[in-house]
């Protein structure tokens, strides 16, 4: 595990809030030179704290305006069933996550789809046609009120 300090927390949370700032806007919102901020960011991606970057998609803007959390309760929890589980959804544009759970159910998948009727097909022709499912259970999300990743990097991590 990496030790982070006040400004490695700082720099995490800036690069979270736009991770296209440049190391110059970084480093002034930080309170460092830019050099020691480069250094640091740098020893963080090298780390694996920061995973890399990625572009936060409007789903409303490509017309995606339902979205969903799917559990999923295989058959048998064996390893071959979930790997047919994983390889049958692996390339599935609508399945945005795909969590592992404990639980009375093993997957849940966060699913965006056009409409009700691309919600029905994905679920009959897409999950419940995969063999090793026995049950799935859908829940639409009304709001979404918080969702920004990881939100240790301010507050730190809870131990």
């Given at each position: 595990m990496v030790e982070l300090d006040p400004i490695d927390r700082r720099i995490l949370a800036v690069l979270q809030a736009d991770g296209r700032?440049?190391?110059?806007?970084?480093?002034?919102?930080?309170g460092l030179s830019p050099t020691p901020?480069?250094?640091?960011?740098?020893?963080l991606e090298e780390s694996g704290v920061i995973q890399g970057y990625s572009a936060r998609i409007n789903p409303l803007a490509l017309g995606l305006s339902i979205c969903v959390v799917v559990s999923v309760r295989l058959a048998k929890q064996t390893p071959d069933a979930a790997s047919q589980f994983l390889s049958a959804i692996e390339?599935?544009?609508?399945?945005?996550?795909?969590?592992l759970?404990?639980?009375s159910v093993d997957y849940l998948l966060r699913v965006w789809v056009r409409d009700i009727e691309a919600l029905r097909q994905f679920i009959s022709a897409a999950l419940q046609a995969i063999p090793c499912?026995?049950?799935t259970s859908t829940m639409v999300i009304l709001d979404t009120t918080k969702s920004n990743g990881l939100s240790t990097a301010e507050t730190g991590a809870r131990r």
């Open positions: 700032m440049s190391n110059l806007e970084v480093a002034e919102r930080v901020c480069s250094r640091r960011i740098k020893r390339d599935r544009p609508e399945i945005t996550e795909c969590l759970v404990t639980g499912v026995a049950e």
